[in-house]
């Protein structure tokens, strides 16, 4: 079983900048493809980003230009800069992926919650 734990998030102003933190364990042989989610009150989980193990990366139009997806080298942690947060990116923030050549992705963390706010 792989586990995702999200961290990072917090409360800013708008204007300000947050890095997301995204940790996986357990039975991991390889690591094809990493997401970020994000789930606003009474709206459902969207997509925010995509980060292949090629290295590709895609984004959600109202977050392209401001956040950036990346991992570390082994991409056990993966992680997405938010840089100029606006009022509508607050939300709760998931992480998960494909591993092990399936399709199978992990259960749902906990998420974390970024709230922008004046």
């Known amino acids: 079983q792989v586990q995702v734990v999200e961290s990072g998030g917090g409360s800013v102003q708008p204007g300000g900048s947050l890095r997301l933190a995204c940790a996986v364990s357990?039975?991991?042989?390889?690591?094809?493809?990493m997401a970020w989610y994000r789930q606003a009150p009474g709206k459902e989980r969207e997509l925010v980003a995509v980060?292949?193990?090629?290295?590709?990366?895609t984004y959600a139009n109202p977050v392209r230009g401001r956040f950036t997806i990346s991992r570390d080298d082994a991409g056990y942690t993966t992680y997405l800069q938010m840089d100029n947060l606006k009022p509508e990116d607050t939300a709760v923030y998931f992480c998960?992926?494909?591993?092990?050549?399936?399709?199978?992705?992990?259960?749902w963390g906990q998420g974390t919650q970024v709230t922008v706010s004046s």
């Open positions: 980060l292949t193990s090629g290295g590709a990366t």
């Open positions: 998960n992926g494909r591993f092990n050549n399936t399709w199978s992705p992990a259960p």
């Open positions: 357990g039975n991991i042989r390889s690591v094809n493809v």
